[in-house]
Nanobody
Framework: VQLQASGGGLVQAGGSLKLSCAAS????????IGWFRQAPGKEREFVAA??????????RYADSVKGRFTISRDNAKNAVYLQMNSLRPEDTAVYYC??????????????????WGQGTQVTVSS
């Protein structure tokens, strides 16, 4: 499965962006999908994940984005979205989508993901 993230850009603090992650090659219905981000000089960090439909389509979020970001998926379109509201300068990073079949409990760990998109830059100005 190949992933491509899009939707990044420059936005002022307090603004919103919606990222998209499109999958091609095969259906990703059997995968959990995660969003991660990496700021310059920092390690890649977990942002959000959504489980595959067979396990209920549940979601989880990093504490830093809880209440501001919403992850969703459209299995018919082979797409996952990340709605980001109330953006802050510290949200500035390259955002990546990725997929995994690991146990849901481990979906906040980047090392557990097997396929990654190329990333999309999000810049939040103060």
């Amino acid at each position: 499965v190949q992933l491509q993230a899009s939707g990044g850009g420059l936005v002022q603090a307090g603004g919103s962006l919606k990222l998209s992650c499109a999958a091609s090659g095969q259906s990703f219905r059997n995968f959990h999908i995660g969003w991660f981000r990496q700021a310059p000089g920092k390690e890649r960090e977990f942002v959000a994940a959504i489980s595959r439909p067979a396990t209920g389509g549940g979601t989880r979020y990093a504490d830093s984005v809880k209440g501001r970001f919403t992850i969703s998926r459209d299995n018919a379109k082979n797409a996952v979205y990340l709605q980001m509201n109330s953006l802050r300068p510290e949200d500035t990073a390259v955002y990546y989508c990725a997929l995994t079949q690991i146990l849901w409990a481990y979906t906040n760990s980047a090392q557990r993901y097997t396929s990654w998109g190329q990333g999309t830059q999000v810049t939040v100005s103060s």
